[in-house]
C-alpha cells in the first residue's frame, strides 16, 4: 500500500507541476489579458511603443504610448512549422522504425539504433548552428529556386524564396529533431509484437512489406499515435534551433512557403530582452500571455491526441 501511495504521489507530481506553471501564467499575464483582450489572439502587430514616452492609462492599464500587442503571426507560424515538421518526420520516422525492426540483421539492429536515438541528445542550438552554417544555403540557393520553378503552381509554393530562412526550413529543422522520437519509440514496438503475428501473416502468404502494413503497423497504432503527440510537443516548445533559422519575421504572415516566420518560443526569447526595457512591465506581461496561450495549445494538443486513442481502442474493442 504505501508503495502504491508513493508512485501515486509521483504521478500526482506531474500534474500538480503542470497546473502550477499555468496558473503562475496565468496570473501573471491577467493585466495584459484584460489589456489586451480576443485581439491579442487576432491582431497582427506586435509594437512595444515610445520606450521613452511617459506611460499613458488605457482600460486601467499602464502602457507606454503607441504599445499594441498582437500574436496572429506567431500562432500561425508555430503551428504551420510544426504541420511541416510532423509531415515530415512522421513518414521518415515510419520508414526507419519498420527498417530497423524489420529490415536489419539483428548483430546491427542495437548499433543502428543507438544513433538514431543519439539524434534525441543532440543539443537544439547545435541544430541551430547546423541549419545556419550548412541548410540555409543549401535550401537558399540551390532547392528552394528548383521548387518555386517546377511547382510553382502548387498554392504556396510560388513567389520568391528568399534567402533561405524561413517557414520550410524551419519546419525541416524541426523534422530532424523529432524523427528519433517517433523512431525509436515505434522500432521498441514493433520489436516486441509477438512472432506468433510475422508467422501467421506469412503463413496466410503475405510479403515482409504486406506483413509490415496489414499487420506490424496497426498493431502499433496507439503507439505511432502517442509518438507523434510527443514529438508534436518537441516542434511546438522548440526554441534556438527555429530563432537560428526562421528569418524572425514580425508583423506578416506568410505567404509561401519559404516566407520568415517566428514561432512563440523563439519569439519570447528574442523579445525578452527589448520587453525587459517598458517601465510598465507590460510588455513583459504579454510575453507571459504569449506562453500562456502556447501552453493552451500544447494542452489541446495532447488533449486531442487522448480523444484519438480513445476511439481507436473502442474502435478496435468492438472489431474484437
Known amino acids: 500500500m504505501n508503495f502504491r501511495r508513493f508512485t501515486a504521489l509521483l504521478a500526482c507530481l506531474g500534474v500538480g507541476i503542470i ?30 511603443g515610445q520606450l521613452y514616452g511617459n506611460p499613458i492609462t488605457v482600460h486601467g492599464q499602464q502602457i507606454l504610448p503607441g504599445a499594441h500587442y498582437g500574436i496572429l503571426f506567431l500562432i500561425v507560424g508555430t503551428l504551420l512549422s510544426t504541420l511541416i515538421a510532423l509531415a515530415i518526420a512522421v ?18 539492429r542495437s548499433w543502428l539504433s543507438f544513433f538514431v536515438e543519439l539524434l534525441a541528445a543532440v543539443p537544439s542550438v547545435v541544430f541551430g548552428l547546423w541549419g545556419y552554417v550548412v541548410v540555409i544555403p543549401f535550401l537558399g540557393q540551390r532547392l528552394f529556386p528548383f521548387m518555386a520553378k517546377w511547382f510553382g503552381f502548387i498554392p504556396f509554393f510560388g513567389g520568391s524564396t ?16 523529432i524523427v528519433p522520437l517517433i523512431a525509436a519509440t515505434l522500432r521498441d514496438a514493433l520489436v516486441s509484437q509477438p512472432a506468433a503475428l510475422r508467422e501467421a501473416a506469412v503463413a496466410l502468404g503475405a510479403s515482409r512489406f504486406e506483413t509490415m502494413r496489414t499487420v506490424l503497423l496497426p498493431a502499433t497504432r496507439r503507439v505511432l499515435i502517442g509518438s507523434s503527440i510527443l514529438a508534436t510537443g518537441r516542434a511546438l516548445g522548440e526554441t534556438m534551433a527555429v530563432l537560428m533559422v526562421s528569418g524572425n519575421a514580425l508583423n506578416y504572415l506568410p505567404h509561401n512557403i519559404y516566407t520568415p516566420i517566428s514561432t512563440m518560443a523563439s519569439f519570447i526569447v528574442s ?3 527589448s520587453a525587459l526595457q517598458d517601465p510598465t512591465g507590460m510588455a513583459v506581461r504579454s510575453l507571459a500571455e504569449v506562453a500562456l496561450v502556447l501552453c493552451m495549445i500544447s494542452i489541446a494538443v495532447n488533449g486531442l491526441a487522448r480523444l484519438l486513442l480513445y476511439y481507436e481502442g473502442r ?4 472489431v474484437a
Open 19 to 48: 497546473v502550477v506553471i499555468v496558473a503562475f501564467l496565468a496570473v501573471y499575464s491577467w493585466p495584459a489579458v484584460r489589456l489586451n483582450g480576443w485581439g491579442f489572439l487576432f491582431d497582427n502587430s506586435w509594437d512595444l
Open 91 to 108: 513518414p521518415v520516422g515510419v520508414g526507419a522504425a519498420l527498417f530497423l525492426a524489420e529490415g536489419m540483421p539483428p548483430f546491427l
Open 162 to 177: 528568399g534567402s533561405g530562412y524561413g517557414l520550410l526550413t524551419a519546419g525541416f529543422v524541426l523534422a530532424l529533431m
Open 271 to 273: 523579445q525578452l530582452d
Open 315 to 318: 474502435q478496435r474493442a468492438s
